[in-house]
């Protein structure tokens, strides 16, 4: 009877531990909440650009606020149709419409239709210099300077008339034909199946369902607080890199206080990061309510929405 006794106290004791690790990630997380802001950024985030000391954001509607503003999203005039891209260069700001039209405006001058081509797809390389917008047809990829009927184009580094994101590594630009790619101070980051590869070189730090990628600076010019972020169809997964090399070396922690109560588990489409902040497009397949675009900023230590 004693044994008996025993036993069920232990299995008891076993089931109370059990419960108590499950029930407090999920009171802490509910302790972590935040009240959602109402979101200004309607309906999916598509792209977004820095241009002229300001970002713009293509979700249908184009979006504008200044790159150093916490939220502060309006939107802007614009030509029309339905936005689904938005690109820069250091002179020119690109949209391209759902029904692919290119159009194009000076910091300036109001927007005008880039004629006598047929565009697939728009983006540029991200550079703070020499930055550069592209156009892909039919028959390649081009760069483009504002006028009409782009013919420079692009063929080195990857460029093909498949490349859908490029990224400037301080000396070239380098394209891609998924949107998995990003640089930092040290190199530039691509997936090869689940391995992220740093240079050309597989790491041995590997990342399931990756669906967008950027690299984060913690406020550093010489790269010793970069962290690559990867959007997953389960959440953000934080990489460290080394702070001399960039190599990857590991997985950290997420950032952002109320991670778990917000975007930890949801599909993240988009990811973008610029200054101390990052913007995010998450799906969440169960309810429409986290269905949107969040940002996280290094002043604001939570996710939000836009």
């Given at each position: 009877m004693?044994n008996?006794n025993t036993?069920?106290a232990?299995l008891?004791l076993s089931?109370l531990?059990f419960?108590a690790?499950?029930i407090?990630?999920?009171?802490y ?7 959602l802001e109402?979101a200004?950024i ?6 977004m650009?820095?241009f002229?000391?300001?970002l ?10 200044d790159i150093n ?10 030509p029309?149709g339905?936005?689904?891209r938005v690109a820069?260069?250091n002179?020119?700001l ?9 159009y194009?405006?000076t910091?300036?001058?109001g ?6 081509i ?6 540029d ?7 550069t917008?592209?156009v892909t047809t039919?028959?390649?990829l081009?760069?483009?300077d504002?006028e009409n009927n ?11 008339k498949?490349?859908k994101?490029a990224?400037y590594?301080?000396?070239?630009t ?6 998995l790619i990003?640089?930092?101070t040290?190199?530039v ?8 590869v ?9 990342v399931?369902g990756?669906?967008s990628?950027?690299?984060?600076a913690d ?7 970069e962290?690559?972020l990867?959007g ?7 990489v460290?890199l080394d702070a001399?090399?960039?190599e990857?070396?590991?997985?950290g922690f997420?950032?952002?206080e109320n ?6 588990m949801l599909e993240?489409?988009?990811l973008?990061?610029f200054e101390n902040a990052?913007?995010?497009?998450a799906v969440?397949k169960t309810t429409?309510k986290?269905?949107n675009t969040?940002?996280?900023?290094k002043d604001?230590p ?5």
């Amino acid at each position: 009877m004693k044994n008996k006794n025993t036993i069920r106290a232990i299995l008891s004791l076993s089931f109370l531990l059990f419960a108590a690790c499950k029930i407090e990630p999920i009171f802490y997380a509910i302790e972590k909440e935040v009240p959602l802001e109402k979101a200004v950024i309607k309906g999916n985030l598509y792209a977004m650009t820095e241009f002229d000391g300001k970002l713009y954001a293509a979700s249908g509607s184009l979006y504008v606020k200044d790159i150093n503003e916490e939220r502060g999203w309006k939107a802007v005039s614009a030509p029309p149709g339905f936005i689904i891209r938005v690109a820069s260069d250091n002179t020119n700001l690109y949209v391209l419409t759902k029904d692919k039209k290119l159009y194009t405006k000076t910091k300036t001058s109001g927007w005008g239709k880039i004629s006598d081509i047929s565009p697939i797809e728009l983006f540029d390389n991200k550079a703070s210099t020499n930055k550069t917008a592209y156009v892909t047809t039919s028959e390649g990829l081009f760069s483009l300077d504002g006028e009409n009927n782009p013919d420079t184009e692009v063929k080195t580094n990857g460029a093909s008339k498949s490349s859908k994101a490029a990224v400037y590594d301080g000396e070239k630009t380098i394209f891609s034909n998924t949107v998995l790619i990003a640089s930092g101070t040290h190199g530039v980051y691509t997936m090869k199946g689940n391995k992220i590869v740093f240079n050309d070189d597989p790491s041995n730090v590997e990342v399931s369902g990756a669906q967008s990628m950027a690299v984060y600076a913690d406020g550093s010019d010489d790269g010793s607080k970069e962290s690559l972020l990867i959007g997953t169809t389960s959440g953000i997964v934080l990489v460290n890199l080394d702070a001399t090399t960039g190599e990857p070396t590991g997985k950290g922690f997420m950032l952002g206080e109320n991670i778990e109560s917000s975007i930890a588990m949801l599909e993240i489409k988009t990811l973008y990061a610029f200054e101390n902040a990052v913007y995010a497009f998450a799906v969440d397949k169960t309810t429409s309510k986290k269905t949107n675009t969040w940002g996280y900023y290094k002043d604001r230590p939570n996710w939000n929405v836009e």
